[in-house]
């Protein structure tokens, strides 16, 4: 008879250590205990840690800069003499994309995952969903990459200008926050009782009338922490956009002008910054990572209130 | 047919659910046909372009090799799996084996993942610049990259393991410290075993991620074309896509390089989610 | 009369707040039946599940009181791991893991130590036969047994509590999740395994109680409101709520 040994190697360790209750079994157990404690605490950590490099990094240099120059100032030209340090127009520029984004990316997201939630055949759905999903492991620099070969030549020969403008940057980031809002907002569609639905078809709604009035509304703070989380996709995406985006820090007037965001204004310039120049990217950082903060908050305030309720 | 006509009637006397029901077709479309156009142009574009040059053993300008891209990729990889996996593995353990549902030291734990899955990868590369490669002075290397990778991807897989440990039914639980089992043995022998595709699929979803990175790199692992050990500069496989596609000069080449990464990290997507259906099949 | 088996002495018990078992004082003799009868929520499981501190397992479980084995304070002198070797358990629902049944019975020795395959062979052979599910089990050991009956799976339960050598056996309801030919077979098996072992079994049914047990305790509201022979309990109840019980008056 030869019996298969399911238990792994690191069981069987175990095993000799834990002849009941002997005093080297309980030694294991403990040190296990205390370094399981122990890899759990590093995310706390890490969080720390990286909070206290940026704002000690970050802060001062705005403080050297001065806050209202920093945040309002509408130049920035670190190479002139004097520098000067301003990054409202990355602000803005982020903002204007992230809008840009949310605009194109949610009503298609938010459409998309009702009808993946309530209008799609099962038999359909089991092919639908995959390729959604992947939309979220392309990476960014493939986006990037795809929006500098594609969807700039296409801006330019439709609207004129260059291409690399606040339109395209939208477009990408558009179509890259679609898998974080179709995904969570699905599940928040299907989590509402059946009930809801039962209900309003019974007072003679039609199928998409009771969907979009009853079944939407019910599972809104799980469609609006979708939102808020792409908003954080958006905000904090890189890669993709310093490729399409043109990157002048100057304030966009229009659609079809370039821009640059917090963090294109990062990536572009630290290679060759030194000194106060890489504190004050640290300081874009910092402004960026308290936006971040600000959209995990309201995010953990809305799902929170979901649990309790 | 008779279901089309009654339908019909409906719409006429409701034309807004028509439209609304159009509407969501619409959207479905063009989502999936984004997906399509992107995959498909990507591939057809760069397919051409894949010529064994672009696998010379060297990099050089002319050949724009990516064969040491991609064996830096592997090494980043396993660099940072090794210290992201047992750490996010554990800490699962911890969270669901061992700490009081719903105490304080748990909630902490779940906030601060959250914030990290909710930290963009450019401030993982300015904080690994700073602490990595200045602070600890690990210079651009290898190393550097692997930590600081190794913090983003934490998040998910503590999340994955978490999810697969608490699909374990308890009453193997039960049974097993019924037959004066510890915890160890339990943990080790009885719960794992059964949450190991769901722990899976997270790792690989990581890798994905790992793969497919470039911000949170440039700046601590640097873009050095070269085979790198642990303590050199090297890039991978995405650094090296940017790096080519952003000098403008080597585009046919970068349209190659897409499609290695973008066939890679669709692949690893995939085997993660069918290793996720393995576990709820499991489960039941 | 000899030292009980195991003995409980001034037991209370909290979830939390709420007060699950109150002054419980029993007395349980070895190689007998002992069954656990009362309506749903009267604390008769989880008296069972502290006889070998399965409550730990649970958030804000506080016991106060004495228990103790063979004269030994399970709660204070002993290693846990020890006492649940010494007082195995079979639960409600059977409860294989998801491994080949030889695995599921050779786990419990292999927790404790014994790795020869030679001697493990002869084990899972022989509490197998102990649980009569050897004929049914023999040809496919190495497979798993999800696919195998509730009452099969059940006893293969029982072969793997009776692996470790416990010297008394809980059981919580081990019958209630089986059809009645099950039940029969497990009730069967539990007569048969009284030879070697002091059984507790909780149970809903008071046929099974009058069939199997040689003591009753009857529960109501976290007491035990009468204990005694399970033919005087059936048939002569001192205390009138144990008389309403055992005819269906309420429950």
Not at chain 1, 123 to 135: A, E, G, S, V
Not at chain 2, 22 to 49: D, E, Q, R, S
Not at chain 2, 211 to 226: N, P, Q
């Amino acid at each position: 008879m030869i019996i298969t040994d399911t238990e792994n190697t690191a069981a069987k360790v175990l095993t000799k250590e834990l002849h009941c209750g002997n005093k080297s079994g309980r030694i294991l157990e403990k040190g296990m205990k205390a370094l399981f404690f122990l890899c759990a605490c590093v995310s706390v950590a890490a969080v720390v840690v990286i909070c206290v490099f940026m704002f000690a990094k970050g802060c001062p240099a705005i403080a050297k800069i001065g806050v209202k120059e920093f945040l309002l100032g509408s130049d920035w030209s670190p190479r002139n003499v004097p520098a000067s340090y301003g990054i409202f127009p990355m602000i803005v520029g982020s903002l204007y994309c992230t809008a840009g984004a949310i605009i194109i990316g949610v009503p298609i997201g938010l459409m998309t995952a009702v009808f993946m939630a309530k209008f799609c055949p099962k038999k359909l759905f089991k092919w639908l969903m995959p390729p959604i999903n992947l939309l979220a492991g392309i990476p960014s620099i493939v986006y990037g990459f795809f929006g500098m070969v594609v969807v700039v030549p296409l801006i330019r020969n439709v609207f004129g200008g260059t291409g690399n403008s606040v339109l395209t940057v939208s477009i990408i980031l558009g179509i890259m926050i679609l898998p974080t809002i179709v995904g969570m907002s699905v599940s928040a569609l299907q989590a509402v009782p059946d009930s809801y639905y039962e209900g309003a078809v019974a007072l003679g709604a039609t199928h998409e009338r009771a969907v979009a009035t009853v079944v939407f509304p019910a599972a809104k703070s799980g469609i609006l922490a979708s939102v808020i989380l792409a908003v954080g996709r958006a905000i904090g995406e890189t890669m993709a956009v310093i490729m399409i985006a043109g990157n002048s820090p100057i304030i966009p007037e229009s659609m079809l002008d370039g821009v640059r965001t917090l963090t294109g204004n990062i990536v572009i310039e630290m290679s060759y910054a030194e000194g106060l120049h890489y504190d004050a990217l640290i300081g874009t950082g910092v402004v960026l990572f308290v936006f971040i903060l600000l959209l995990n908050l309201c995010f953990n305030l809305i799902t929170g209130r979901k649990d309790k309720g | 047919m008779s279901v089309m006509s009654d339908k019909m009637r409906t719409y006429r006397s409701h034309p807004m659910s028509l439209v609304f029901n159009i509407l969501t077709k619409i959207a479905v479309t063009l989502t999936i046909g984004i997906f399509v156009l992107i995959v498909g142009y990507v591939i057809i574009k760069g397919v051409p372009y894949l010529k064994p040059s672009l696998f010379s053993a060297n990099y050089t300008s002319d050949n724009c090799s990516m064969l040491p891209a991609i064996a830096n990729t592997f090494i980043m990889l396993l660099a940072a799996l090794v210290i992201a996996a047992p750490l996010g593995i554990f800490c699962a353990v911890y969270l669901v084996e061992y700490a009081k549902k719903g105490n304080r030291f748990v909630r902490l734990i779940r906030l601060t993942t959250e914030t990290l899955s909710g930290i963009p990868s450019i401030v993982y590369g300015l904080f690994g610049n700073m602490f990595f490669v200045l602070a600890l002075n690990w210079k651009l290397s290898m190393l550097s990259g692997a930590c600081t990778l190794a913090i983003m991807v934490l998040p998910l897989i503590i999340r994955s393991t978490e999810e697969a440990l608490k699909s374990v039914d308890d009453s193997f639980r039960e049974g097993s410290y019924g037959l004066g089992a510890g915890k160890l043995r339990t943990i080790f022998v009885i719960v794992l075993p059964p949450a190991i595709s769901g722990i899976l699929s997270g790792v690989i979803l990581a890798m994905g991620r790992i793969f497919g990175e470039t911000a949170a790199l440039i700046y601590t692992a640097g873009t050095v074309a070269k085979y790198a050990g642990l303590s050199d500069s090297g890039r991978t496989l995405a650094i090296h896509m940017y790096s080519l596609s952003n000098e403008g000069l080597h585009m046919n080449e970068a349209s190659a390089t897409a499609v290695v990464l973008l066939v890679v990290v669709l692949l690893l997507n995939g085997l993660a989610s069918l290793a996720a259906k393995k576990l709820s099949k499991g489960g039941n | 009369m000899t030292q009980p088996k195991l003995q409980v002495k001034n037991c209370d018990l909290f979830y939390g707040d709420f007060q699950a078992l109150k002054n419980i004082d029993l007395e349980i003799q070895e190689k007998e039946i002992t069954a656990f009868i009362g309506p749903s929520g009267c604390g008769k499981s989880t008296l069972l599940k502290s006889l070998n501190r399965m409550n730990d397992l649970v958030e804000g479980c506080k016991i106060t009181g004495e228990f103790t084995l063979d004269g030994v304070n399970i709660y204070k002198d002993m290693e846990i791991t020890e006492l649940r070797k010494r007082v195995g358990m079979v639960f409600q629902k059977p409860n294989l893991f998801p491994m080949s049944i030889y695995d599921n019975i050779a786990y419990g020795p292999r927790t404790h130590g014994i790795k020869k395959k030679a001697e493990l062979d002869e084990i899972v052979e022989t509490t197998l036969k102990q649980a009569c599910v050897w004929d049914e089990t023999k040809d496919r050991l190495k497979k798993s047994a999800l696919g195998m009956s509730g009452g099969q799976q059940q006893r293969i339960c029982i072969a793997r509590a009776l692996a470790v050598k416990p010297e008394v056996l809980l059981m919580d309801e081990p019958t209630s999740a089986l059809d009645p030919i099950s039940t029969i077979k497990i009730e069967e098996l539990a007569s048969e395994l009284k030879k070697n072992y002091t059984i507790v079994i909780v149970t809903h049914n008071m046929q099974q109680a009058t069939r199997i047990s040689d003591k009753t305790a009857f529960f109501l509201h976290g007491e035990i409101v009468e204990f005694d022979d399970t033919h005087t309990i059936f048939s002569n109840p001192k205390e009138h709520k144990t008389l309403e019980y055992i005819t269906g008056r309420f429950g």
